[in-house]
């Protein structure tokens, strides 16, 4: 059998280390090829080679048996190669519609026409996006709809989807998976990037491991297991130390309230909610796309505002408090980690060392009246070697880093400010299984030093094992208090959509 894509001794350097190195990679025709690995380990390199975003340092890529030079993204997909990227991509200023047939010239510009047609299209793909919402109102799972929907419509034989389902809810998640089996039936063969190995395993025809920007071993689906993949993408089983078990965790004492939110209303997004942080402890919010989960953590940290007149109240230990803007939050020690790290997160044409010494300047967390090389390097250098960030050095931009990496770089932005309340939404999104385990060890380091900490999550393993309270969020509102230690997902999960 030929394959339908190839890259033969793929190399990619950058300043002459590479990212990845003499890779051999086959995709054949209607497979979904699973391409796993930590942070780092060079997956979204290889399919930015295969799908036209950078060129290969050494290498040839081949499209059905034939050599293929592609200089861009839009070259590739004139050959029919389509990637859905993990950050997106789309034009925020344009609605969805205009996204979905951006590339279509006759369509493009008759609003009415592609309006109906995307209205049409997204609910064939059981897609719940309005078509004619601009996209940089959509929030991160409505996004990657949007993402997946465009690369569907250019009808691509070959679709590369990196981190496809970190922001969708598990019923769209189950549709995602629907959608990806007609896809295959129909022959289009899918590269499925994912750190969630439960996923590979259950959608995928062939895996492929990488660790440090190699290929380590590529077999059917049917030959692995959880524990081998991770002791191929690692090195060794991390067994155990991933989402362990909620009944084995300690419970932490509710310390001072930090925060204490009641009836809090932001248009019809956020209704009449309330909850309140305890410091030295972990408090998990658990809720579907749409909940108001996150809305709720940005009008707390100033990034939104509450409604004017019946807003409801927000007091940071006992004292009233209306953040117009981040800044005043980030003052009084309230800091929010987003959820969208690209758009919202770090400055991506700087480097390590700058974003993490914006974060020190913001808070005030400085001496310095202005930029001190001397002291920036230094700050950089704690917090990356505190948060094991993998780069060249401090100077390295932070674009150039894996997922994984940017997330800690995010984190050590809003570390270094001090805080007394921190917020994490969403905070393991699309990092692999090694940073997971460092992530979660830092939240939880956090609480025990006493700070307040909340964390939005729409991975319940996750919430119960870091969870000392879970609030479940549904339709704008806190439905349901839980203990971390006495309750399950099942029940979760129930209060969350009922």
Not at 81 to 97: F, K
Not at 110 to 119: D, N
Not at 285 to 290: D, E, Q, R, V, W
Not at 292 to 307: H, I, P, Y
Request: glycine letters at 8%; a positive charge.
């Amino acid at each position: 059998m030929i394959p339908i894509l190839e890259i033969k001794n793929g190399t990619k350097e950058y300043r002459g280390i590479p990212a990845v190195k003499d890779v051999n990679f086959t995709l054949n025709p209607g497979e979904v090829h699973a391409l796993l690995g930590e942070n780092g380990a060079g997956k979204s390199t290889l399919t930015k080679m295969l799908s036209g975003v950078v060129e290969p340092t050494k290498g040839e890529v081949y499209l059905n048996g034939e050599k293929l030079v592609m200089k861009t993204p839009l070259e590739a997909l004139s050959k029919g190669i389509a990637m859905v990227y993990q950050e997106t991509s789309l034009v925020p200023s344009l609605t969805v519609a205009q996204n979905i047939y951006l590339t279509d010239d006759k369509k493009f510009h008759r609003l009415r026409g592609i309006y109906i047609a995307g209205q049409q299209f997204l609910q064939s793909l059981n897609f719940h996006v309005d078509p004619t919402a601009l996209v940089s109102s959509l929030g991160a799972g409505q996004k990657q709809m949007v993402e997946i929907a465009r690369a569907v419509h250019h009808k691509a034989k070959v679709i590369i989807f990196d981190e496809p389902t970190s922001t969708l809810t598990p019923e769209e998640k189950e549709q995602f998976f629907l959608l990806i089996n007609r896809l295959r039936d129909q022959g289009v063969s899918i590269i499925f990037i994912s750190h969630a190995l439960e996923e590979a395993l259950e959608i995928s025809d062939r895996i492929t491991v990488m660790r440090d920007g190699q290929h380590v071993v590529t077999d059917m689906t049917a030959n692995f297991t959880r524990d081998k993949i991770i002791s191929a993408m690692v090195g060794r089983s991390l067994s155990g130390e991933i989402h362990g078990s909620s009944q084995d965790k300690k419970v932490r004492i509710a310390g001072e309230k930090v925060l204490s939110v009641q009836n809090l209303s932001m248009q019809n997004i956020v209704r009449n909610t309330s909850f309140s942080v305890f410091a030295g402890q972990i408090t998990g919010m658990f809720g579907l796309i749409g909940s108001g989960r996150t809305e709720a953590a940005k009008v707390v940290s100033g990034v939104l505002k509450r409604n004017l007149f019946h807003g409801g109240q927000v007091r940071l230990n006992g004292r009233s408090i209306r953040y117009r803007v981040p800044r005043s939050a980030v003052k009084d020690g309230v800091i929010y980690v987003t959820e969208d790290r690209k758009i919202e997160g770090f400055f991506e044409t700087m480097s390590i060392s700058e974003n993490i010494y914006l974060g020190a300047l913001a808070g005030g967390r400085t001496k310095a009246k202005g930029v001190n090389m001397r002291e920036m390097k230094a700050i950089a250098k704690q917090w990356i070697d505190a948060l094991n960030v993998k780069a060249i050095n401090g100077d390295a931009r932070v674009i150039e880093l894996s997922g994984g990496n940017q997330q800690k770089v995010v984190i050590a932005k809003a570390l270094v400010q001090k805080p007394k309340l921190v917020i994490f939404d969403e905070p393991t999104r699309g990092v692999d299984v090694g940073a997971i385990v460092e992530i979660h060890n830092l939240i939880d380091r956090l609480a025990d030093e006493g700070i307040a900490v909340l964390v939005i999550s729409s991975y319940l393993p996750e919430v119960l094992q870091l969870s000392d309270r879970i609030l479940v969020c549904r339709q704008g509102r806190i439905v349901e208090e839980f203990e971390g230690h006495k309750t399950d997902e099942e029940t979760i999960m129930y209060a969350a959509v009922h």
